[in-house]
């Protein structure tokens, strides 16, 4: 998927003046992009506008303009674009009851290690594979990067909606599995095609 450079980024007063459409726009898209996988997690699966859409925020909230700066953040977000033949997500370990939030969270150590998180489709999986550095062995980060490498096989289930295509995460005693609908299907396509233009 082609990176994100300095020329397509909006400048911080002109991003200002038309960020409510820009943000509408996002938020529709993300809306088809996003699942949840049981009460605590949900993934929000990532491409260029997405990722854009992050980049401009970061820029809008820290008033940032010097060039340098833009490029530091477009070099942290563009490392999280699908590579060809990949699907990319944010993981997000969800918890509302601020009480419980370090007990809970600490339920889900070890998440990021190992075969938890699953794409399933025509009886193939494709494993989540996390980037390092969200954790370490007495903290996990409620934040998470996560890349999927689905087979060919896989890719045809999910271009036909008779096929069942699932999510799922296993960890301890959290076991879930949900569904993919189709609109997000059809996003995870057009990402595969965007990442064989690479």
Known sequence: MKTIGLQDVIPYEEYE??????RGKIIALKQR?????GPFITMVFENRETLQFQIQEMIRAERI???????DELD??????????????????????????????DQFMGLDHGEKVAILAEGEEAFGEFEGGRSHETKI???HFVRFRP???????????????????????YHEEVPVPGSM??????????????
């Open 76 to 105: 942290v977000y563009n490392a999280l674009l699908p590579q060809q033949n990949e699907l990319s997500a944010t993981l997000l370990i969800e918890i509302t009851d601020e009480a419980k939030m370090k007990e809970k969270l």
């Open 141 to 143: 980060s409620a934040v």
């Open 33 to 37: 992009r996003r699942i949840s996988v």
């Open 17 to 22: 003046r038309q960020r409510e459409a820009f």
């Open 151 to 173: 087979t060919a096989e896989m890719k045809r289930a999910f271009a036909d909606l008779t096929r069942p295509v699932t999510i799922r995460v296993i960890h301890g005693g």
């Open 65 to 71: 303009v010097e060039p340098a700066k833009v490029q």
């Open 185 to 198: 299907r059809e996003e995870w396509l057009a990402d595969l095609r965007g990442s064989a233009e690479c």
